[in-house]
Nanobody, 120 residues
């Protein structure tokens, strides 16, 4: 059973960088076929795909967030991380990490999510 858990600050000030880490257990982030994604849900809105890092270390980002988003990994810790720069209150959301099947983009496992508020 694969488990994912998000961690990081729950409050970030405008113009700062939002940084979150997803710790994966029960499966390796380097296993073929799988990719590891960040998804968020602002209050009262739908889910928004942010980006993904695949098992081969390739990355893909939402066009609307590409300029501010960076996803990286630490294979020794079986973790992957999200960096979102120059945040504004519009970035307030629940942030999720998830495992997807790369060929079809199907989400298999979700983290529990973590609330991040951008406020001064």
């Amino acid at each position: 059973q694969v488990q994912l858990r998000e961690s990081g600050p729950g409050l970030v000030k405008p113009s700062q960088t939002l940084s979150l880490t997803c710790t994966v257990s029960g499966g390796s982030i380097t296993t073929s076929v799988y990719a590891w994604s960040w998804i968020r849900q602002p209050p009262g809105k739908g889910l928004e795909w942010m980006g993904v890092i695949a098992y081969d270390d390739s990355t893909y980002y939402s066009p609307s967030l590409k300029s501010r988003t960076s996803i990286s990994r630490d294979t020794s810790k079986n973790q992957f991380s999200l960096q979102l720069s120059s945040v504004t209150p519009e970035d307030t959301a629940v942030y999720y990490c998830a495992r997807v099947v790369k060929p079809i983009g199907m989400v298999e496992y979700w983290g529990q999510g973590t609330q991040v508020t951008v406020s001064s």
